[in-house]
């Protein structure tokens, strides 16, 4: 299929990943670059969530699941507001939950007693800065509003918007060149069961992050896994009929990659570098730059669910700065931070609880940079009690969350992975330093930019923040790309050891830091520039943030968009072990459209065969490589073809509907004894009781004739 013709899906993916959550944070009183920022967090939060109740309540999955949840949450966060606001006369009154002192509207009124009256008129802010209060209530508010006066609010809009069509044109062209077609397979071991849950979510209507894993664990009534991005591929496959699978998993990738990614990094800089058109405009496509995130956590593995997970990790950070109160000129307050964050640790656990684990070591520098301010001004006054309580609270938390991760037996499982160690610690060092994890090609450009950004963060304490953090997780790289010791096992265990999961933290911070050097990169030339005619002086930062940005992107080649695409393109074109050979997904679609729809078929998932669910809806006995199979099922696998011959088979068949079985060879990491754990699903010609129904010369589909009767329909 040619991408032009997923245009229809990719646009579906783009609406779930921003609908619904823009929906709520308008509700919310958010607006501009914050309601953007934290839509697809929101987003992915009605998705996901609902998603476990329905399951739980035995409700069907459907689009309509989240679009009435968001309605709903809209109107809940509506109710909230107006509460909030039935405060007594004296008090200042709350425009709501999620707005702090930085709401922007158009006609704001703050009630409170003054010699004029119980009402105060204030002027409209830009882009969030506070314009909610006078003097008497918040002494600098309205110096901040006279600063923001001269800014456009629809400038810094516009600027967002060009900077987010930069970046989808340039994430297009890479997925084109590097996926090739767009119904196109990633032939990965992850990829199978990633396919088979969405298959799954759409035969069965459930969509529960509880029921997802009882695809390969079908002997448990319930079995968790983060099933947020099978729900959303799910829904784009329902919004656009015909898509299949492969096409709405593809376009939801593409869509995380170059909508979700770029918009919640919006936020984050927007809470971090303040209202800034050159910002707006810098951030969608330097977020599109770095290797590690989002183009390797699209290609390795691959690792979907965590590509969701660390695309939300910019706005799940940018909550917790406006918590710390970090945030430069916030629209968002703290109490609508508390709330967002509410929302935020549910949703990435049920993304990937490793984005949890990646919002705690992001979070731990910006509550030292808090604490440090708290005791700085408490300590010696009447109130020194709050810092002392702050500190050992804080000490706390962050003790139950080490333990969690190096300690406790409920990660166990997760850190006895260990991937071993491939690199030295200096080269680990300078692949963190030039964009080159992994092994990949150094990218100089954006890497630069990051380095410049680290001199110019470090000049402002409320940025100042971001360098300690940013080298945190070149540490956590550097130990699980370049040590094996224990300390380095136990501290990268909750990523599995993994380093590539780790390399994709990097970014998170990189795209602020390197937005902060093209900010000041250009600020470094207004001096030099402020002889050139422009329409006016305010408009002279923006357009040389533009300038510095363009050269940037013609410098690294499109923002490095070649290296990108043959990153994207291992899965794809060049697979490392081969799930589907040349002709056989023809093969599996026309076998699909031989077989009745209740029918169960048995194949060895390593021949690939086992897309069959994905590609053709018709369920499969054994849906991913490997998994904590029933006895029936291991007595299929074992001695299928020996079902004339053996009566244990056609009971097992009978308790698990099976009533064909796909042959072929084994294509898949044929090397590894799991492949050969099914040997009573292969050779299955030479053997009575069993009818040939197709064969493309190398692959077959059988209809089992031993255990009685199962009609196959007419194609």
Request: overall charge neutral.
């Amino acid at each position: 299929m040619s991408w032009l013709s997923a245009v229809p899906a990719v646009l579906s993916a783009g609406f779930w990943a921003l609908g619904p959550g823009l929906l709520i944070a308008y509700a919310a009183g958010l607006r501009s670059l914050v309601a953007w920022g934290a839509a697809p967090l929101l987003s992915i939060a009605v998705s996901a969530i609902p998603a476990v109740v329905a399951g739980a309540l035995g409700i069907g999955w459907g689009v309509w699941v989240p679009l009435v949840s968001a309605v709903l949450g809209a109107a809940a966060v509506l109710g909230v507001r107006e509460l909030a606001t039935r405060v007594r006369p004296g008090r200042g009154r709350a425009v709501g939950p999620l707005t702090g002192a930085g709401q922007r509207t158009r006609a704001l009124y703050v009630r409170f007693r003054t010699p004029q009256g119980p009402f105060a008129r204030v002027p409209d802010s830009v882009d969030g800065l506070s314009a909610t209060a006078v003097p008497q209530v918040w002494p600098n508010a309205a110096q901040r509003a006279r600063t923001a006066a001269g800014r456009t609010p629809w400038l810094i809009g516009a600027a967002a918007a060009v900077g987010a069509a930069a970046a989808a044109t340039l994430g297009w062209v890479t997925a084109v060149n590097g996926m090739g077609p767009a119904d196109a397979l990633s032939q990965t071991y992850d990829a199978v069961f990633h396919y088979s849950a969405v298959a799954q979510i759409l035969d069965t209507g459930n969509a529960s992050s509880l029921h997802i894993g009882t695809l390969t664990n079908p002997m448990a009534s319930s079995a968790l896994y983060p099933a947020a991005w099978h729900d959303l591929v799910s829904l784009v496959a329902l919004s656009v009929p015909g898509a299949g699978v492969a096409v709405a998993t593809n376009a939801t990738a593409l869509a995380v990659a170059v909508v979700v990614w770029p918009m919640s990094c919006l936020f984050l800089v927007r809470q971090v570098a303040g209202p800034s058109i050159g910002a707006a405009l810098a951030t969608p496509v330097l977020a599109v730059g770095f290797t590690a995130f989002p183009w390797a956590l699209m290609s390795f593995g691959v690792l979907w669910p965590n590509l969701l997970g660390v695309a939300l990790l910019p706005a799940a950070l940018a909550a917790v700065v406006t918590l710390f109160g970090l945030a430069r000129e916030s629209q968002l307050g703290r109490t609508g931070a508390a709330a967002l964050l509410v929302v935020t640790v549910p949703t990435l656990a049920l993304a990937h609880p490793n984005a949890v684990f990646s919002l705690a070591a992001l979070a731990l520098f910006p509550m030292f940079w808090w604490l440090a301010g708290l005791v700085r001004r408490h300590l010696f006054t009447r109130s020194f009690a709050l810092p002392l309580v702050a500190v050992a609270g804080s000490a706390a938390v962050v003790w139950g969350v080490l333990w969690l991760m190096v300690a406790s037996p409920l990660l166990a499982g997760v850190r006895s992975f260990d991937w071993p160690a491939f690199s030295g610690r200096g080269e680990a060092v300078w692949d963190v330093a030039f964009g080159a994890t992994n092994g990949r090609p150094e990218a100089w450009t954006v890497s630069i930019l990051v380095l410049v950004g680290i001199v110019f963060a470090l000049r402002r304490a409320s940025t100042s923040w971001l360098v300690p953090t940013h080298l945190l997780s070149g540490f956590l790289y550097l130990q699980a790309a370049a040590q094996e010791t224990d300390f380095a096992a136990a501290i990268t265990g909750a990523w599995y050891n993994d380093s590539y999961r780790l390399a994709a933290m990097v970014p998170v911070t990189g795209v602020a830091l390197a937005v902060i050097g093209t900010l000041g990169l250009a600020g470094l030339a207004r001096p030099a520039a402020a002889a050139l005619p422009v329409p006016s002086p305010s408009a002279l930062p923006g357009l040389l943030t533009a300038a510095v940005l363009v050269l940037a992107v013609a410098i690294s080649g499109g923002m490095g968009r070649s290296t990108h695409a043959t990153v994207l393109a291992g899965p794809y074109q060049e697979p490392g072990s081969t799930l589907l050979a040349p002709g056989q997904r023809e093969f599996l679609e026309r076998a699909g459209a031989m077989l009745p729809d209740d029918a169960v078929v048995a194949s060895n998932p390593f021949t690939g065969n086992a897309l069959l669910y994905p590609l053709t809806g018709h369920e499969v006995l054994f849906p991913h490589l490997t998994g904590a199979w029933t006895p029936d099922q291991k007595t299929l696998a074992a001695h299928l073809r020996d079902a004339a011959t053996d009566p244990a088979v056609c009971p097992a068949a009978a308790a698990t509907g099976t009533g064909y079985v796909l042959d072929g060879p084994t294509t898949f990491w044929p090397w590894s004894g799991a492949s050969r754990a099914y040997p009573g699903l292969q050779d299955i010609g030479p053997v009575p009781g069993f009818e040939l129904m197709a064969d493309d010369g190398v692959n077959a589909l059988y209809r089992i004739t031993a255990c009685g009767p199962a009609e196959p329909t007419d194609s």
